[in-house]
């Protein structure tokens, strides 16, 4: 006799795959065969339905459970609940896999493991193989679960029939699924040890040096598809060697970055004998929408993955085929290092209605980060039943003051605006102080490197290339090289412009004058002010973050950049001796 795995699909399961199944099952008890599977739900349990008219004692099947069948029923029972099967499967899988177990002890083999979960089936799936002499697979729409079946049994040498099935599920269900394997995989992240997620960021970086060139070659298939952008746009969505290659270090700096989980914030006695501790703890599961930024699939991954988090990622159609393979990389890197891939997850679909069902996701997801234009923001904040950290545009002013020093103004000014004019931390108004004589270099300046100047009429008096700046202007990100500029009578009618016209994102002061500078930095109500320093030093990686999701605008939780550790919330830890409280 030889025993024959099967694999199939548990979700998705068709007329015409179980016809097959059935037939494939009959013949191999007809020929004298049995079988070993690993009792779930979809081809696994019409498998098992099939070889129980043909051999009713279990005498030539073998079913493998991840758990014991105890806890095993009582995970069916919990998805039951969830909604994620129906209270009838449920109940029908437990009462076969009990009727095999009743027809023969032996034909049900439980392993020690006391949680089902990705790592604990994909033993289960190990064990499927090891008892087997060939595989028989059925696999739908690319199942990953039956993917790494038939690859550990090709890693065995052993014979593989695989028959393969497209079948389309709604994207509401699709995404669903997404989310509550997301839930599952934070569960694990978040117990894994600091170590383990650092070997993750570490094997993600190098699966991303690995698959560069397939990386590359699917930018390429977004650029070709986006030649009616702007050219911010598409200078937003350019991948070079140079810039996967930048993108892969800050992957290696995020996994060197201290581990921001498990850390105890205070702590302090109370007279009564109790210890108590303040400690981070990882959010769970984030929602990531995001615009034409290939680079932020691969920084928001791993900086989930560094503070414990699972993630959810949707990025804008422009950047599809760029944004799934370098997921593709970081999924691998995560199996390398015995985690979850559903740690890191992408939206499968450039639908816009997915991202309404995401907004919805509570109890499912925990929070939301959009980063993108107004726009997206606007939506996000309007409709999300999740909590929201917020990215707004970067309308980020220079203010010149009265007492600046004119070469460092000059310079600074230049690399605000136009060291990458699509970067959020451009600046975009320049603000000169009208007892300063330094209006006219300045924007001499801006336009002899090429920028376009739309100025006030005291702006418009120094050149005669500058144009006239409207209302529009002063609350516009231009992500180009353009800038607005305007004659201010004071610091404080600087702080007041930019608090009525500005995004609360970066804004800087240019001065050697200590008081003005300690009033514009306490007085502006921007996530990042700065003194002496270009705004684009708006960036996590510059403040020692190793990356960022984005610049928080908001004022719960988090603000300014959002590295590993803003990703992070805190329980409390109380440790007593027997106390109660009178």
């Known amino acids: 006799m030889s025993r024959i795995a099967i694999s199939g699909s548990w979700r998705t399961v068709d007329a015409q795959v179980e016809r097959d199944v059935r037939s494939a099952i009959a013949s191999l008890y007809m020929a004298g065969n049995g079988i070993v599977s690993g009792g779930a739900l979809g081809v696994d349990y019409i498998a098992t339905e099939e070889a129980l008219k043909h051999d009713p004692v279990c005498a030539r099947t073998l079913i493998i459970l991840p758990t014991p069948l105890s806890v095993y029923a009582a995970h069916y029972r919990k998805r039951a609940g969830e909604g994620v099967i129906t209270a009838a499967q449920a109940e029908a899988l437990i009462a076969q896999l009990t009727r095999v177990q009743s027809a023969n002890p032996l034909a049900l083999r439980e392993m020690p493991f006391d949680a089902c979960n990705n790592l604990t089936y994909f033993a289960r799936n190990s064990e499927v193989v090891n008892n087997a002499d060939s595989l028989l697979a059925f696999q739908v729409n690319n199942s990953e679960g039956v993917g790494d079946t038939i690859a550990k049994a090709e890693a065995r040498g052993l014979p593989v029939t695989c028959h393969r099935y497209s079948i389309a599920a709604p994207p509401t269900a699709v995404l669903h699924s997404t989310f509550r394997s997301a839930r599952e995989a934070a569960q694990i992240l978040a117990l894994a040890s600091a170590k383990q997620r650092t070997l993750a960021l570490q094997e993600m970086a190098a699966a991303l040096r690995r698959h560069a ?241 739309r100025g006030d009429a005291d702006t418009q008096a120094i050149d005669t290339r500058v144009r006239p700046a409207t209302e529009d202007d002063w609350r516009t990100e231009y992500l180009d090289a353009i800038m607005s500029a305007k004659v201010v009578a004071n610091v404080s009618e600087a702080i007041a412009h930019i608090n009525r016209y500005g995004s609360h994102h970066t804004d800087c002061i240019v001065t050697n004058n200590a008081a003005h500078a300690e009033k514009f930095l306490r007085e502006v109500d921007s996530a990042i002010v700065l003194h002496n320093a270009s705004t684009q030093f708006a960036d996590g990686g510059e403040f020692g973050f190793g990356a960022e999701i984005g610049i928080a605008t908001g004022r719960l939780h988090a603000r300014g950049p959002v590295g590993a550790a803003q990703l992070t919330t805190y329980k409390y830890v109380v440790k007593g001796s027997g106390q109660t409280r009178p």
């Not at 990025?315 to 559903?342: N, R, V, Y």
């Not at 740690?343 to 816009?352: G, L, N």
């Open 213 to 453: 060139p397939a990386i590359l070659s699917a930018n390429e298939t977004d650029m070709s598809a986006a030649a009616n952008l702007t050219a911010p746009l598409r200078e937003r969505l350019m991948l070079t060697p140079e810039r996967l290659e930048a993108v892969a270090s800050g992957v290696v700096a995020i996994a060197n970055i201290p581990d921001p989980v498990g850390i105890v914030q205070t702590e302090w006695d109370r007279p009564n004998g109790l210890h108590i501790q303040r400690v981070s703890v990882p959010l769970g599961v984030i929602g990531i929408i995001y615009e034409s930024r290939p680079n932020v699939t691969a920084d928001a991954g791993a900086l989930c993955v560094r503070s414990g988090n699972a993630c959810i990622l949707r990025g804008g159609s422009d950047s599809f085929h760029s944004s799934h393979a370098i997921h593709k990389a970081l999924q691998e890197g995560l199996l390398k290092a015995g985690l979850p891939p559903e740690c890191v997850q992408m939206v499968e679909s450039t639908d816009r209605a997915l991202v309404g069902e995401m907004l919805a996701a509570t109890g499912l997801i925990d929070v939301i980060i959009p980063r993108g234009g107004k726009s997206l923001v606007a939506r996000v904040e309007a409709e999300s039943r999740v909590p929201v950290f917020a990215h707004l545009e970067g309308i980020n002013h220079v203010y010149v003051d009265a007492e600046a020093e004119a070469a460092m103004a000059v310079q600074l000014l230049l690399n605000a605006k136009l060291r990458r004019t699509s970067v959020c931390g451009a600046a975009e108004t320049l603000l000169v102080d009208a007892a300063s004589p330094l209006l006219a270099p300045l924007v001499q300046a801006l336009l002899d490197a090429g920028c376009e100047v």
